[in-house]
T-cell receptor, first 114, second 112 residues
Framework: KQEVTQIPAALSVPEGENLVLNCSFT??????LQWFRQDPGKGLTSLLL?????REQTSGRLNASLDKSSGRSTLYIAASQPGDSATYLC?????????????FGRGTQLTVWP | NAGVTQTPKFQVLKTGQSMTLQCAQD?????MYWYRQDPGMGLRLIYY???????DKGEVPNGYNVSRLNKREFSLRLESAAPSQTSVYFC???????????FGQGTRLTVV
């Protein structure tokens, strides 16, 4: 069974820092990997989708990389802002599933203080 | 752009009561999912539907039933609610297998 791990579980940084969130998965047979943001009491907002054939995706200050062979992805946030404070979730869409269901990590809770 | 819409947003039930959580998507996706999110557990798949008329169990299906009413709508029913079903429930949709998954805003359910 696919297992997804996110490190660290929590991160607190001052505004302006560049930071990296880590995600690892146990089975490299995936279709894609997706990063989400979740604000307290809210739903999941998709940030970036990386297909298994891709190495990275960028959106504004966010850059996500994928190393499928080693089962790792990183989310890089440049010049962090207090508005980036949220929980970030990593999920993989598994080729072993008949429906391509998502397997989620437990998230990294990010706090950016002014 | 509505995306995935869930109703209700909040609900309090007494043990033994029943209710149906509604989900609708307007993106013409074939695949729809129900997840639950619990502290320290992450999101876990309850049921999914590959297409209209088909449903299948995920990893935590006990105590739930689903209906894929049409391509747009996928409902989750609790026949006899238990305190262990207190959770946040999310509906999602996507085109299998390579496309982005979209989530609703969640239903926060408390069973007392």
């Amino acid at each position: 069974k696919q297992e997804v791990t996110q490190i660290p579980a929590a991160l607190s940084v001052p505004e302006g820092e560049n930071l990296v969130l880590n995600c690892s998965f146990t089975d490299s047979a995936i279709y894609n990997l997706q990063w989400f943001r979740q604000d307290p009491g809210k739903g999941l907002t998709s940030l970036l989708l990386i297909q298994s054939s891709q190495r990275e995706q960028t959106s504004g200050r966010l850059n996500a990389s994928l190393d499928k062979s080693s089962g790792r992805s990183t989310l890089y946030i440049a010049a962090s802002q207090p508005g980036d404070s949220a929980t970030y979730l990593c999920a993989v869409k598994d080729r072993g599933s008949t429906l391509g269901r998502l397997y989620f990590g437990r998230g990294t809770q990010l706090t950016v203080w002014p | 752009n509505a995306g995935v819409t869930q109703t209700p947003k909040f609900q309090v039930l007494k043990t033994g009561q029943s209710m149906t959580l509604q989900c609708a998507q307007d993106m013409n996706h074939n695949s729809m999912y129900w997840y639950r999110q619990d502290p320290g557990m992450g999101l876990r798949l309850i049921y999914y539907s590959a297409s209209e008329g088909t449903t299948d169990k995920g990893e935590v299906p006990n105590g739930y039933n689903v209906s894929r009413l049409n391509k747009r709508e996928f409902s989750l029913r609790l026949e006899s609610a238990a305190p262990s079903q207190t959770s946040v429930y999310f509906c999602a949709s996507s085109e299998w297998p390579n496309t982005e998954a979209f989530f609703g805003q969640g239903t926060r359910l408390t069973v007392v």
